[in-house]
């Protein structure tokens, strides 16, 4: 049997890599703004949310699963 850590170091992998390029970029952005306390956290945080619904449900690329993980994380 997996452990909890393991189990979620898949689903982040799953919900996190792969994504179309245009959605991949913004939470790894996002992320390199927190990580180095850049002050555009609420434009990313636009683009991000912005982009996350465009491929939930605009374009259906990802699944609603993968919008809510990404909303949950990061917005």
Do not use: F, V
């Amino acid at each position: 049997m997996q452990t909890k850590t393991e189990l979620q170091k898949q689903r982040e992998e799953s919900c996190e890599y792969g994504l179309p390029e245009y959605l991949q970029h913004d939470p790894d952005a996002y992320k390199e703004a927190l990580e180095h306390g850049l002050n555009l956290l609420d434009c990313l945080w636009g683009e991000l949310y912005g982009s996350n619904n465009m491929a939930a449900i605009s374009d259906g690329i990802i699944t609603s699963e993968h919008a809510d993980y990404l909303r949950n994380k990061y917005l």
